[in-house]
């Protein structure tokens, strides 16, 4: 099963709002949380650009990134975005 991969760091605001607001749904979606900051590589790919949220593959698969999601989606609009994105 796909799941996502949320690229976040500890006190970004906007991270913990997109972490809460996937987790809100119903059912919440399977999600992975990475801080950026526990690997060197993370870092200086995402730097402050985060929060990026990802889809894996089955099994782990390779990464697809998803476009920057809008602070103003929530309950219905984020699921159909995530929808709208290949989320299933």
């Known amino acids: 099963m796909d799941h996502l991969v949320l690229f976040t760091r500890q006190g970004c605001c906007l991270c913990e709002g997109l972490e809460e607001k996937l987790l809100a749904l119903d059912p919440p ?9 526990t ?3 993370l870092q200086g790919r995402y730097g402050l650009a985060v929060p990026v949220l990802a889809l ?7 990464l697809r990134e998803l476009p920057r ?4 989606l929530a309950g219905a609009q984020l699921r159909a975005w995530l929808n709208k994105q290949g989320v299933r």
Do not use: K, M, Q, T
């Open 29 to 37: 979606p399977p999600l992975r949380v990475i801080d950026v900051d």
């Open 39 to 41: 690997d060197p590589e």
């Open 56 to 62: 894996a593959g089955p099994g782990g698969g390779a």
């Open 69 to 72: 999601v809008s602070p103003r």
